[in-house]
């Protein structure tokens, strides 16, 4: 018995979980046949910075998506709010890297006066 895998073989942390966990858990469903990613970190960010006194009402969007050829892109949106706006997006070759420039970016935003709405995913 491995501590790192609780439900490979006969286990006796299976018996000490709730009865609607363990019915659900089938015996190919292990944690290394499919992993669960956890998230820990966002892949989507709104943020808006509003100064009446300026005439200032701006968003920022920052979100990571994959691309046809399997990299992760990071698309940036920003402009003034009720408009379009700009677009950008930057390819990055694995979602870690990506999210990494995605909180860099949040990161710098957030310095400049501009606050999160919502992250998430």
């Given at each position: 018995?491995?501590p790192?895998?609780?439900?490979?073989?006969?286990?006796?942390?299976?018996?000490?979980?709730?009865?609607?966990?363990?019915?659900?858990?089938?015996?190919?469903?292990?944690?290394?046949?499919?992993p669960?990613?956890?998230?820990?970190?966002?892949t989507?960010?709104?943020?808006?910075?509003?100064?009446?006194?300026?005439?200032?009402?701006?968003?920022?969007?920052l979100?990571?998506?994959?691309d046809?050829?399997?990299?992760?892109?990071?698309?940036?949106?920003?402009?003034?709010?009720?408009?379009?706006?700009?677009?950008?997006v930057?390819?990055?070759?694995?979602?870690?890297?990506?999210?990494?420039?995605?909180?860099?970016?949040?990161?710098?935003?957030k310095?400049?006066?501009?606050?999160?709405l919502?992250?998430?995913?």
């Amino acid at each position: 018995m491995s501590p790192l895998f609780p439900f490979a073989g006969k286990s006796r942390w299976k018996r000490r979980l709730p009865p609607d966990i363990v019915a659900k858990t089938l015996p190919d469903h292990y944690m290394y046949h499919s992993p669960i990613q956890l998230h820990v970190f966002p892949t989507d960010v709104q943020m808006r910075r509003i100064d009446p006194a300026c005439n200032m009402r701006r968003f920022y969007r920052l979100s990571v998506q994959r691309d046809l050829f399997g990299r992760a892109s990071l698309v940036r949106e920003w402009g003034r709010i009720g408009f379009r706006g700009q677009m950008m997006v930057e390819t990055h070759p694995d979602e870690g890297k990506a999210i990494t420039a995605l909180m860099k970016l949040a990161a710098v935003k957030k310095r400049r006066g501009y606050e999160a709405l919502h992250s998430g995913d």
